[in-house]
């Protein structure tokens, strides 16, 4: 029998079954911003074949129940999930943000003349690098302590304090999520024209993977961690 359907929220099947992800990515399905809103809605607005797609979904699912090996984050602890993030996502666009953006000034330099839409590249990824700059600073300086204070005193101010600012949080990941879309548009899905050089190749393959991360980062925030807060501070 079929585990899921058009009628799920997309952040709910992500989060029953987090390899998911991978095939709403080939889809180009929003499974992190998009993540609060039924499957269908994205089917119909996007003329997905729904059937394939649901047939990928639940074939894949059947596979993991029987492995079991996927890290289920619904069901992980509060201090878990900011481990998880702090040490896979942080870590990675601390270290790779800076390497990505020299790059993108490298090929812009080198190819610009030739390639006009680079200049709205490096544009793109200037605004998105300073951007999350900002986000993850809030994040470990604002909202990670609040919750793990709350976690030690169960201090509903610490509390308020972690879900006060989830608002401004999903805003930024909107507008990240938006600006990934519009560098995968303008690079027709990060795939390097003829004539670059390998510094080209890697550069766009840096931008994928920026992408993936960067999904499932939000993923992780926007439909499980932030909804859990948000449920603490009304019970």
């Known amino acids: 029998m079929n585990r899921f359907n058009s009628t799920l929220k997309i952040g709910e099947i992500v ?13 180009r399905v929003d499974f992190c911003c998009g993540g609060n809103r039924p499957l269908s809605e994205a089917i119909n607005e996007q003329n997905i074949n729904e059937s394939e797609l649901l047939y990928k979904i639940n074939s894949e699912y059947e596979i993991y129940e029987a492995n079991a090996k996927d890290k289920n984050w619904a069901e992980a602890s509060t201090s878990e999930i900011i481990e998880q993030i702090l040490n896979k996502h942080h870590a990675y666009l601390w270290s790779e943000l800076p390497k990505i953006s020299k790059l993108s000034t490298t090929i812009l330099r080198v190819h610009g003349p030739h390639y006009s839409e680079l200049s709205k590249v490096h544009k793109l990824f200037s605004t998105l690098k300073m951007e999350l700059e900002e ?8 909202q990670y302590p609040a919750i793990k204070e709350y976690e030690r005193t169960n201090s509903q101010s ?16 909107t507008n990240a999520g938006d600006i990934l879309k519009e560098l995968r548009k303008i690079t027709n899905d990060f795939t ?30 926007n439909n499980i961690l932030f909804p859990r807060l948000r449920n603490l501070l009304n019970k």
């Open 15 to 27: 989060n029953a079954f987090p390899k998911a992800a991978d095939i709403f990515k080939e889809y």
């Open 135 to 142: 986000h993850l600073n809030k994040e470990e300086t604002i």
């Open 158 to 173: 610490d509390l308020k304090k972690a879900v006060d600012i989830i608002d401004d949080l999903e805003s930024e990941h």
């Open 192 to 221: 390097m024209p003829e004539g670059g050089c390998e510094t080209f190749d890697l550069t766009y393959q840096k931008f994928h993977d920026l992408e993936s991360d960067v999904f499932q980062h939000i993923h992780l925030e």
